[in-house]
């Protein structure tokens, strides 16, 4: 489920899965994108993974499949 996808400021796409209690944030950086999984029952950052600025549909795919989020 995309809960948010925001063109107008560094966040471009959130995914959640309340399930597992977790959600991956695809953020625009200065140089690309960075995808970080939230740990968010703990309320911690899990992981964080940078991508170039030309791979913006690698990155969400992958924000994606962290989250386990099928769409």
């Not at 695809?26 to 993974?49: H, N, P, S």
């Not at 791979?55 to 386990?68: E, F, G, N, P, S």
Request: proline share 1%; aromatic share 8%.
């Amino acid at each position: 489920m995309v809960i948010s996808q925001i063109s107008n400021t560094a966040q471009v796409a959130t995914f959640v899965n309340v399930f597992y209690g977790i959600s991956s944030l695809v953020t625009q950086t200065k140089k690309g994108y960075a995808v970080t999984l939230l740990d968010t029952d703990a309320e911690m950052i899990v992981a964080t993974r940078i991508y170039p600025v030309t791979m913006l549909d690698q990155a969400v795919a992958y924000a994606k499949k962290i989250a386990d989020v099928q769409e």
